[in-house]
């Protein structure tokens, strides 16, 4: 981009108040997250405000004669209280959502699985805002993977482990007051009440 580019860019951007998912993919396309927000604040913008990003999770479905099944989830590892979500991750420029599955699950935790064995369910929207203020708009395209057994997982620096969420112990990671407990996220929990039929 040349200066007067640039220069435009900034004010679409300011008017915005966001950096969208057309911009990036017009103008960022090369460039990791830190590297856009060192360029907003470059040219004199909010480097913490809103970056449009897509996503891809799973939730696990452990299947019981008993008809109680159960899903897996991730408790991510966060700066601030940990929480619960599903796992993935960030989709990566040409990346179809299955395949970021696939590469975030082995990356994370060594975990196989094959791209047939997903299952769309649908898409969350959510906001998010980081300790250190950074903000994001998350495109969320989720999948359901149904399992026979718990698996194996291999935990690494972004997670705390796995939980298994009932029908009967869903209440126990809602609506909670005390900071210290784990709670699955707001904008998870309408997906979770479906999945198990509640």
């Known amino acids: 981009m040349n200066n007067l580019e640039e220069k435009e ?6 008017e915005m108040n966001c950096v969208t998912y057309d911009i990036r993919d017009e103008y960022f396309k090369d460039m990791n997250y830190k590297d856009i927000r060192d360029w907003l604040e470059k040219h004199g913008i909010n480097r913490h405000i809103t970056i449009d990003l897509i996503s891809a999770g799973v939730i696990f479905i452990v299947k019981s004669k008993s008809k109680n099944n159960k899903v897996l989830l991730q408790i991510r590892a966060t700066e ?19 395949d970021t599955i696939v590469r975030e699950l082995k990356e994370e935790m060594n975990l196989e699985i094959k791209k047939d064995e997903l299952k769309f369910i649908e898409v969350v929207e959510h ?24 698996p194996t997982i291999k ?4 997670s705390n482990g796995i939980i298994a969420i009932s029908k009967e112990n869903y209440n126990n990671f809602i ?24």
């Open 127 to 150: 906001d998010l805002k980081y300790k250190n203020g950074d903000k994001a708009h998350y495109k969320a395209i989720v999948y359901t993977a149904e399992l026979d057994e718990f």
């Open 80 to 98: 601030e209280n940990p929480r619960i979500g599903v796992f993935g991750g960030g989709v990566e420029k040409n990346e179809k959502p299955e």
């Open 9 to 14: 860019l900034a004010n679409k951007i300011r």
């Open 155 to 158: 935990l690494d620096d972004e």
């Open 175 to 198: 609506n909670i007051k005390d900071n210290s407990n784990i709670q699955i996220e707001k904008f998870w929990e309408k997906t979770i009440e479906r999945i198990l039929e509640i």
